[in-house]
């Protein structure tokens, strides 16, 4: 775990915030936006922004329901915020109606008896929603909830916590829960410095082991313990602590997400402020998300898209505490890297061979270090050890003056942005010593020095005393987790940089393909193969030369005009898999074969009781790669857009790739990137290079019909779309399109 901060870490981040740009804002009820920003499909394009300064300090705090009954569980909660009240400089009012005081405080009896303005209701009653309806008229503008037994409980406990959000949205106030805690009101160690963790959990027991950081010297600026989040979201607290000059990274540890579209824009406004964000996600399998729905009463989401979508936007996600919690302080900590090579420095060469496997493995670089560089340090190394990364220094250099020497030449290549340092256990002195070299030598260079302490005692002074003293040196505990966490150190700031919004390319106003296409659409119902290719060429997608008929003399004409050879397809709207019915005819060569075909297709739709507006007589197309887009609709996000490998492969494989509209080229090539079968595009086994951009346009018009037709479509699937070789494009053969 990293050590304590010091002043120093401090150095660029308030012009990180005032450089990172935003539009113009307003505030309105308390809300900070972007005024009439919103996208083709009228939701908005940027974070909501409330304004919870006086949340976490507020002047004054009424606490309704207060005790000092020795016994009782309000009276312990009612004295903590008595402290809490304190540390912050807030003026404490007891709420209550048949007492007179509480701890020596006068009481009022009823929030309608309050008598000067208050920034925030603490609630510790059974029923929040008549408290809440009285609060209304008292302009208050925070509260708290920590009754249960609401959306967590099921049916009858979401309509009630339904009524009480409905009240909230009334009020004009903003609520924490219900089914909360009291970790917001936690005490902060304020004799730590430097940039800060701030907290975000559903649970609040989750969020324990992030809290006791500050025993390392880890500083936390607060903690926001969402709840059910009937009105306060984790999004909210996401935006408020983006902006916010001491929060240098944000850990969230999320059960459900209550809108998608809210936690994105979150998630964009702290990439635009290059702040990380960093998420413990439960739900990644059916009893997880089944479990996470029981606790906090919210959607989970499919968690492919959920985990596309995190990446999309810049979310580092993690599996355990223990990585949320070495992630999210490496990355609140850390200089901007110098370089993305990474070195690894032991005195073991098994020790760094084991290192370096893994390293590499999960994707970091690991340059080797150039022979003038190899050089110097084998005047120090004897000349039997690699020095070419990773550097095996042999152990005997690391006990004398030789191990700092060692230290500064490789921190001193301009390839290496991060020292990698494991030490699998204590071997003192030299261990002590190659500690203290290592905590110095990160006082004079602005580059990551990084040490894995595989100790499991984790008593020693070296580690105790000298490794978590330092304000520079990163101190884990696993290979793992200081893999993940300079990993993600790498990749955000790789992210970050150059960054530009998805929402800013967003469109504002529909395109003629919009109005073109919604005279197709028919609501509630599935288009036919013909209807649905009508769509795709709307917004300006190949389809193969075809033409609908109804008779077989039609159909012979129409193979003349389209050109032989063709494919003959029964069309309707009931017809979602043609294939298996036998309902496609494939390489007809003469008039006399299709007129067979017709026959033979209507004859099996006859037969299967299957409606058909007609048969496609269709230009047979070049083999080429088959690949699938389409669009669907996710309960948090709504619509995605999926590629992937197509034809059957689509079904045998299941290797797709998702994003969540808008995006734009980047995004659209980086799912490709994803696919375990891209090589197939850049042609193998003798097939040419297939074309590629003419792809990535198609998956950019799918995305912009899938954000203009929000209301309209339900789900799109062109498969197969063949990607023809290198400069011939990309023809969708067939598709399905289902209207909303």
């Known amino acids: ?72 569980p309000n009276t312990g909660i009612t004295r903590q915020l008595l402290a809490w009240a304190e540390r912050v400089g807030a003026r404490l009012v007891p709420v209550h109606p048949t007492r007179t005081s509480v701890f020596g405080i006068d009481c009022v009896p009823s929030v309608g008896a309050l008598t000067e303005p208050v920034d925030l209701a603490v609630l510790l009653v059974a029923d929040p929603l008549p408290v809440i309806e009285e609060l209304a008229e008292t302009k208050v503008k925070f509260a708290v ?36 805690n009291l970790n917001a009101f936690e005490r902060f160690r304020e004799d730590l410095e430097g940039p800060a963790v701030a907290l975000i959990t559903q649970s609040g027991h989750q969020g324990r082991p992030v809290f006791t950081l500050q025993e390392l010297g880890v500083r936390l600026s607060h903690w926001a313990p969402t709840g059910n989040e009937a009105d306060l979201e984790t999004a909210d607290f ?57 606790h906090t009463g919210k959607l989970t989401g499919a968690d492919q898209v959920v985990d596309a979508a995190m990446r999309q936007f810049g979310v580092i996600r993690v599996d355990g505490l223990d990585q949320l919690q070495d992630t999210a302080t490496l990355l609140a900590r850390a200089r901007r890297p110098q370089a993305d090579g990474v070195v690894v420095y032991s ?32 005047t120090w190394i004897p000349e039997y050890l690699s020095v070419a990364n990773p550097v095996d220094n042999g152990g005997h250099p690391v006990g004398d003056w030789r191990g700092r020497k060692i230290i500064d030449a490789i921190l001193a290549d301009p390839s290496v942005g991060v020292l990698i340092c494991p030490i699998t256990g204590p071997f003192p002195p030299m261990s002590d010593k190659l500690a203290q070299d290592l905590v110095d030598a990160a006082e004079a260079t602005d580059k990551l020095v990084c040490v894995v302490w595989g100790s499991p005692v984790g008593t020693e002074d070296a580690y105790r005393t000298t490794l978590l003293g330092s304000s520079r040196v990163a101190t884990f505990r696993t290979f793992a987790n ?173 290797d797709t790739a998702v994003r969540v509209p808008p995006f734009g080229e980047r995004e659209a090539r980086s799912m490709l990137a994803e696919l375990r079968g891209r090589a197939l595009l850049d042609g193998v086994r003798g097939a040419p290079p297939a074309d590629v951009d003419a792809l990535v346009e198609v998956v950019l018009r799918v995305q912009r019909m899938a954000l203009e037709l929000d209301g309209d479509l339900a789900e799109l699937d062109i498969n197969p779309l063949m990607v023809l070789p290198r400069g011939q494009g990309a023809v969708a053969l067939d598709a399905l399109a289902v209207c909303r």
């Open 1 to 72: 775990m990293l050590g304590s901060t010091h002043g120093t870490f401090t150095t660029g981040l308030r012009a990180r915030v005032d450089a990172c740009g935003e539009s113009p804002r307003t505030t309105v009820h308390g809300v900070t936006a972007a005024p009439g920003d919103q996208d083709v499909s009228g939701r908005p394009l940027y974070a909501a922004v409330p304004d919870l300064d006086r949340f976490f300090r507020p002047e004054s705090v009424a606490v309704v329901g207060a005790s000092d009954t020795e016994g009782r």
């Open 145 to 180: 909830a920590f009754a249960s037994g609401f959306a967590e409980t099921g049916e009858a406990g979401a309509a009630a916590q339904e009524r009480l959000a409905t009240a909230v949205r009334r009020s004009g106030l903003r609520l924490l829960g219900p089914n909360t």
């Open 238 to 294: 996401i935006s408020y602590f983006a902006g916010r000059p001491e929060v240098g990274s944000i850990a969230c540890y999320v059960e459900g997400l209550k809108d998608g579209r809210s936690f994105l824009l979150a998630a964009d406004r702290a990439a635009r402020h290059g702040v990380p964000v960093v998420a413990v996600k439960v739900g990644r399998t059916e009893t997880g998300a089944r479990t996470a729905a029981s």
């Open 347 to 378: 005195i073991s060469g098994g020790t760094g061979a084991h290192f370096a496997d893994l390293a590499t493995e999960a994707g970091l670089r690991l340059p080797t270090l150039p022979q003038a560089k190899q050089d110097e340090l084998h």
């Open 482 to 654: 200081c893999i993940g966490a300079v990993k993600a150190y790498l990749d955000h700031h790789r992210f970050t940089t150059g960054y530009r919004s998805p929402f800013d390319e967003a469109p504002r106003t529909p395109s003629p393909s919009f109005r073109k296409a919604q005279a197709l659409m028919r609501p509630g119902r599935r288009l036919s193969e013909h209807a649905a290719k009508q769509l795709l060429r709307a917004y300006g997608i190949r389809v193969p030369r075809e033409q609908l008929v109804t008779s077989a003399a039609a159909a012979v004409r129409a193979a003349g005009l389209v050109g032989y050879p063709v494919v003959m397809k029964a069309s309707g709207a009931q017809l979602a898999h043609k294939t298996e019915l036998g309902l496609v005819k494939v390489g007809l060569t003469s008039a006399s074969q299709v007129r067979d075909a017709y026959r033979e297709l209507t004859d099996i739709a006859r037969f299967e009781s299957i409606d058909l507006d007609g048969v496609l007589v269709c230009q047979m197309v070049g083999r080429g790669v088959e690949m699938v887009v389409g669009v669907a609709r996710d309960d948090l996000f709504g619509p995605t857009v999926t590629v992937g490998l197509g034809g059957v492969l689509v079904e045998v494989l299941g």
